[in-house]
């Protein structure tokens, strides 16, 4: 769903460009074939920490299983 911008145009939720129309902005946001995968706020936040440390005691078993299940899904729809 595009964001509207107080200026009266619509953004891309994704990467942010500005269009005239909301279907032009949902159409760019769909163009950017996004994953969504569902993690938990602590999860997130060791791959988070994973990112910036390297330490793999941060990747828990559930994490990684919620990565490779969409790591399959993407590779199936492709």
Known sequence: ???KTRGGKYKCGYCGIEYAKDQEADTCKQSHKL???ALTAEDL????NFI???S???LTDSLLKQIKKAVRSAAISQ
Request: zero cysteines; glycine letters at 0%.
């Open 35 to 37: 994953i969504y995968i």
């Open 45 to 48: 936040n060791r791959l988070h």
């Open 1 to 3: 769903m595009a964001i």
């Open 56 to 58: 793999e005691d941060l």
């Open 52 to 54: 910036y440390f390297k």
